[in-house]
DNA sequence: CTTAGGG
DNA sequence: CCCTAAG
């Protein structure tokens, strides 16, 4: 099973000391070397942190050069780049380990959790004083782009190297790696190259054959996400003090990019602390919604600090302070796995919040809850962060009523396509979502008392549920969701009720009113529910009388059917038990 | 677990 | 939407 326990909290490192034992996180390749040398090395030196699961890829020092890209660069600052690829797990697949430098013997092992971690890092020189804070950011990954490991590299030497102009960025003053990519380039020459050495890469040491043909293999574009981040706020994001720009020194970059299941990306740079605003976040959400269902991207952002620097190649230790949300999540995660292990409070409820939420995991909160799951399936090969929801790792009982949507629900790592069938909700939800929100609902628990997020039901919802009354008629809410809700995964039996009971509200009293105001609040408000519906609503009430407010609802429902257009007669034609 | 209902 | 009682 999953060990996945909270993690211990050591004195010195008060934040995420990580055991021996325990499953190497990605946090280690975040490490940042003392010396480029010896950098390398001990990252080649996997096993000295048992991973086992991971594999340098290649080493792309040298891919660019400042000067190249800044002919004028008078300065000395010449930067390398380390490139880390990791990809791990895959579903039933063994995952190679590879070492460029090193003719290991691949490591193979089969995990559940399929997924390419990238990291790369740029030796930075410096004081570069970056925060604790980190930065999530759901890559949200457009469903054409995928993050690909080879993606990343391509696009930070592409731009670099000012393949594509537009992407260009003064190193020089910044002394950061742009990261900025255009998704024109998507038949580079540079991804294919990138995609073809990995390819071999991956023969080659492992003599298997390299997930990068695999289907779910990502291509370039799909760093998109990264590059959406960086192109989003690529001066803030990237911006880094006056002082952290070195002369000579070298600038530590890292990022790490995770890239599991359909689309789990983390990335984690040592860029500077500056966040992108809730704004700009959303705003790359909302762009790319229809990656949400078939991938989930999660950026992280995150500094080094100098001094963490050091010794974390040397100790197994996780060095690098943890963001204080991180800090709080884990401790949250911590309660609740405690409290689950007691046995305390972990009813049908949090399951259906699970569900709920799990629509939002490509946003950014809810991102670590998506890679904790992963990781967890994967026996914490490559665990990002402790913290999230608690890991429902069998979830005991799925919906029996509808396993298809439990699929998509639990599964992140459900190939993508099958996410597509989630269900175009995101139509709506792009507009009223925010991080927060799907922080607030990825945390709904009792205990937080954070509520989940309002999504407004659109006319398209209130007809299936309208739809649904009339077939299966009021009070099998459950059997409604099943048939005609199964894909929103936001929308439980509970929630049909309630709308169906605001409905008959509405019939009621939009019917008393039936004044032009109603006009006028057709082209202000957004979730107007038809006229036409509502006929509907108030024919379905008399015929399946709502338990309590029936009598109210008939005595308003006189007029029902005559209004009731004719179009959609096939609704209440079939009324199985109309009165 | 599902519904009904109150808040 | 949340929460809780009831079946």
Not at 421 to 427: A, K, R, T
Not at 444 to 452: A, D, E, I
Not at 462 to 484: A, F, H, M, P, Y
Not at 563 to 573: E, G, R
Request: proline share 5%; net charge negative.
């Amino acid at each position: 099973m999953f060990s996945c326990k909270p993690y211990e909290v050591d004195s010195d490192m008060p934040i995420f000391p990580v055991s021996e034992d325990e499953p190497l996180g990605l946090e280690h390749f975040l490490v940042e070397p003392l010396h480029k040398e010896d950098w390398v090395g001990d990252l080649l030196d996997l096993d000295a942190f048992q991973i086992e699961k991971c594999f340098n890829i290649e080493d792309i020092s040298g891919t660019f050069d400042y000067d190249q890209i800044k002919p004028d660069a008078g300065r000395e600052e010449r930067s390398e780049w380390h490139g880390v690829v990791i990809p791990f797990t895959s579903t039933d697949t063994a995952y190679p380990k590879l070492t460029k430098g090193e003719g290991e013997n691949p490591k193979m092992s089969s995990e559940k959790s399929q997924g390419i971690n990238i990291s790369v890092h740029e030796e930075y020189p410096t004081d570069t004083k970056c925060t604790d804070e980190a930065c999530n950011l759901d890559f949200s990954t457009c469903k054409e782009s995928c993050l690909g490991n080879g993606g990343l590299e391509n696009q930070f030497q592409g731009s670099l190297k000012g393949d594509s102009g537009d992407a260009m960025v003064d190193l020089t003053s910044t002394n950061i790696p742009m990261l900025k990519y255009t998704n024109n380039h998507r038949s580079s020459f540079l991804d294919q190259v990138a995609a073809k050495e990995l390819h071999e890469a991956f023969k080659n040491m492992s003599g298997q054959e390299s997930f990068v043909t695999d289907k779910n293999w990502p291509k370039k574009d799909d760093l998109y996400g990264f590059e959406n981040y960086a192109e989003l706020d690529s001066m803030k994001l990237l911006k880094v003090d006056a002082n952290s720009i070195v002369k000579e020194g070298e600038t530590s970059f890292s990022s790490l990019v995770e890239y599991s299941g359909g689309v789990t990306g983390l990335v984690t740079g040592a860029l500077n602390n500056e966040r992108m605003s809730q704004n700009q976040k959303r705003k790359r959400v909302d762009g790319c919604e229809s990656l949400k269902t078939t991938s989930d991207f999660k950026v992280e952002i995150s500094s080094l600090d100098e001094g963490d620097k050091a010794g974390l190649l040397v100790s197994p230790k996780r060095s690098r302070k943890p963001p204080r949300r991180y800090i709080e999540e884990s401790l949250d995660y911590e309660t609740k796995s405690h409290n689950r292990k007691c046995g305390i409070g972990r009813k049908s409820k949090d399951r259906n919040l699970h569900d709920r939420y799990q629509k939002y995991n490509w946003q950014q909160e809810f991102q670590a809850e998506e890679l904790v799951y992963e990781d967890d399936s994967f026996n914490g090969g490559c665990i990002q962060v402790p913290f999230g929801l608690p890991m429902e790792k069998d979830h005991p009982k799925k919906n029996k009523l509808s396993p298809g949507f439990e699929d998509s629900k639990d599964n992140g790592l459900l190939d993508p396509k099958e996410k597509l069938d989630i269900e175009p909700l995101l139509v709506e939800s792009q507009e009223d979502i925010s991080e927060d929100e799907c922080f607030v609902r990825s945390h709904t628990l009792k205990g937080n008392g954070r509520r989940k997020r309002h999504i407004s039901w659109t006319p398209e919802e209130v007809v299936k549920l309208v739809e649904g009354v009339s077939q299966c008629g009021v009070g099998k809410w459950t059997e409604i969701k099943r048939l005609l809700f199964s894909s929103s995964s936001h929308r439980t039996s509970v929630d049909l009720k309630d709308k169906w009971r605001n409905l008959l509200r509405a019939s009621c009293t939009q019917l008393q009113i039936k004044e032009k105001v109603e006009q006028n609040r057709k082209q202000t408000s957004s979730n107007y529910v038809p006229e036409s519906i509502l006929c509907r609503v108030r024919e379905l009430a008399v015929i399946y009388p709502y338990p309590r407010d029936s009598r109210s609802k008939v005595s308003c429902t006189v007029p029902a059917v005559s209004s009731f257009p004719a179009s959609t007669p096939s609704a209440l034609v079939p009324l199985p038990t109309a009165v």
